[in-house]
T-cell receptor, first 111, second 114 residues
């Protein structure tokens, strides 16, 4: 079963614009993680936010977490063509349970 | 090696055959995960090892699927009597301790069952 649901399923923007992807989940969590996957490749970890955190930054990435709404957002600022990929959120409610992934958002950044 | 290594990268087999997929995690990582990913979908959890033991195998779809990690390092996913519906990319990931931290993924093994 998939816990996280990303929205939108697909997003197409121009280079230089910001891209926002949302993730909703159903049960309480220990942490929420965002991963990126280029076509035909494995997943690469982007950022982890713990349940007691509300916002984190890493370079051009900004992640927010609202546990009351069971939702998270990933913002990529000043997007580049190289940001074209699928982005997945994943959650776990403890270290003993595996990460459960959503279906992902396919981002296309047009140069 | 520096990252998670999976072999083979591609496997084509006939329905009914037996298949083994191998994962070599990052050295020192105690947790190892197997996921399956179909086209356009997110990774679907199969099994999770902590050391040599399977901590959670609730994602294995049926008894044709089995995985081992006998020495707490390399893991093998075994699929018996393959079916066309088993066609997917099988992803392996490892982490230093457990899912409270970052997972490091391999490039995957693409299985095609004809």
């Amino acid at each position: 079963s998939q816990q996280g649901e990303e929205d939108p399923q697909a997003l197409s923007i121009q280079e230089g614009e910001n891209a926002t992807m949302n993730c909703s989940y159903k049960t309480s969590i220990n942490n929420l993680q965002w991963y990126r996957q280029n076509s035909g490749r494995g997943l690469v970890h982007l950022i982890l936010i713990r349940s007691n955190e509300r916002e984190k930054h890493s370079g051009r990435l900004r992640v927010t977490l609202d546990t009351s709404k069971k939702s998270s957002s990933l913002l990529i600022t000043a997007s580049r063509a190289a940001d074209t990929a699928s982005y997945f959120c994943a959650t776990t409610n403890s270290g003993n349970t595996p990460l459960v992934f959503g279906k992902g958002t396919r981002l296309s950044v047009i140069a | 090696g520096a990252g998670v290594s999976q072999t083979p990268s591609n496997k084509v087999t006939e329905k009914g055959k037996y298949v083994e997929l191998r994962c070599d995690p990052i050295s020192g990582h105690t947790a190892l995960y197997w996921y399956r990913q179909s086209l356009g979908q997110g990774p679907e959890f199969l099994i999770y090892f902590q050391g040599t033991g399977a901590a959670d195998d609730s994602g294995l779809p049926n008894d044709r699927f089995f995985a081992v990690r006998p020495e707490g390092s390399v893991s093998t996913l075994k699929i018996q009597r393959t079916e066309r519906g088993d066609s997917a990319v099988y992803l392996c990931a490892s982490s230093r301790t457990d899912s409270t931290g970052e997972l490091f993924f391999g490039e995957g093994s693409r299985l095609t069952v004809l």
